[in-house]
Nanobody, 122 residues
Framework: VQLQASGGGMVQAGGSLRLSCTAS????????MAWFRQAPGKEREFVGG????????YYTESLKGRFTVSKDKSKNTSYLQMDSLKPEDTAVYYC????????????????WGQGTQVTVSS
């Protein structure tokens, strides 16, 4: 399975961005998808995840309400809608896919996208 993330860029504080992650290859398997981010000098952290069907989502508590993860199963694509962005949201954002649910444990994901840079200016 290959994951292709897109949609990153530069935005002013208070703005919005939507990231996309499209899976190709063995997409017949029931994969949950998730988003992580990594700021310079920091560890990669969980942002949010969505179930295989797209019917359930789970977020890291501090981002709940500003970030929304969704999935279009027919397109094998997950989305990360980011609103009210803050400079501290600046990071490289990665999508991941795995068969063990939308866990916040990055070690349980089988596939990773290449990352897309999000920069929020003040």
């Amino acid at each position: 399975v290959q994951l292709q993330a897109s949609g990153g860029g530069m935005v002013q504080a208070g703005g919005s961005l939507r990231l996309s992650c499209t899976a190709s290859g063995r997409t017949g398997t029931r994969y949950a998808m998730a988003w992580f981010r990594q700021a310079p000098g920091k560890e990669r952290e969980f942002v949010g995840g969505v179930s295989y069907t797209g019917g359930s989502a789970y977020y890291t508590e501090s981002l709940k309400g500003r970030f929304t993860v969704s999935k279009d199963k027919s397109k094998n694509t997950s989305y990360l809608q980011m609103d009210s962005l803050k400079p501290e949201d600046t990071a490289v954002y990665y999508c991941a896919a795995g068969t063990r649910g939308y866990t916040d444990n990055l070690g349980l994901y089988d596939y990773w996208g290449q990352g897309t840079q999000v920069t929020v200016s003040s």
